[in-house]
C-alpha cells in the first residue's frame, strides 16, 4: 500500500520495541525517514538494524529518556546533525 509517505520525517519515541516499534517498522516501509529514540542504546542498536533490513526510508537513532527534560537539548542537536 502507498501512503505517500516516501520523503516525510517521523519521530518515534519508544520506538526500539512493542507499538513504538511496529509504527516505526510500518512508516520505513512506506518510504519515511525515521528517527527512533529510546532509553537503552542496545536495544536501541538492534531495533534500528531490524528496520534498516525492510527501509525504504532513512534510520536514525538518539538515546533518549523521556523523563530527563535536561536532556532534550542534546536530544534534539543529535537528531538535527
Known amino acids: 500500500m502507498d501512503l505517500g509517505l516516501a520523503g516525510k520525517r517521523a519521530l518515534i519515541v ?7 516499534f511496529g509504527i516505526a ?9 525515521v528517527a527512533i529514540a529510546a532509553r537503552d542504546i542496545a536495544r536501541l542498536s538492534l531495533a534500528a538494524s531490524e528496520l534498516q533490513k525492510s ?4 534510520v536514525t537513532t538518539a538515546e533518549f529518556d ?3 527534560t535536561d536532556e532534550i ?4 542537536k543529535a537528531l538535527s546533525g
Open 73 to 76: 537539548p542534546s536530544f534534539a
Open 25 to 33: 517498522k510500518a512508516l520505513v516501509e512506506e518510504g519515511a525517514d
Open 66 to 68: 523521556l523523563g530527563r
Open 55 to 58: 527501509a525504504r526510508g532513512k
Open 14 to 20: 519508544g520506538g526500539n520495541r512493542g507499538i513504538g
